[in-house]
């Protein structure tokens, strides 16, 4: 079994930065994909970002540009960088893991999630 437990959320203004951190236990992680997915109030779960064991990234275009997704494989931790953040990024963040290489982006496609970390961007 994974348990993975996101951190790092918050208050913050619009224009402002936020970095994420999902720690993971229970196995390695160093080869499966880990990605972030975000549900805002009344909406649906959406992909965010992924990165597989060697590096290659998946960005959603909403996100592209003003976010980077990276892994600490040693720490079994993987971490997303928010930059000019908008009103519109606020949202609950999860994090998400799936064994394999292929990088996804469909909610069904992941095994394992965490309990989510709330992000709140002020106007």
């Known amino acids: 079994q994974v348990q993975l437990v996101e951190s790092g959320g918050g208050l913050v203004q619009a224009g402002g930065s936020l970095r994420l951190s999902c720690a993971a236990s229970g196995r390695t992680l160093s080869t499966w994909v880990m990605a972030w997915f975000r549900q805002a109030l009344g909406k649906e779960r959406e992909f965010v970002a992924a990165i597989s064991w060697s590096g290659s990234r998946s960005y959603a275009d909403p996100v592209k540009g003003r976010s980077s997704i990276f892994r600490d494989n040693a720490k079994n931790t993987v971490y997303l960088q928010m930059n000019s953040l908008k009103p519109e990024d606020t949202a609950v963040y999860y994090c998400?893991?799936?064994?394999?290489?292929?990088?996804?982006?469909?909610?069904?496609?992941?095994?394992?999630w965490g309990q989510g970390t709330q992000v709140t961007v002020s106007s």
């Open positions: 998400a893991a799936v064994s394999g290489s292929r990088l996804r982006v469909g909610v069904n496609d992941y095994d394992f």
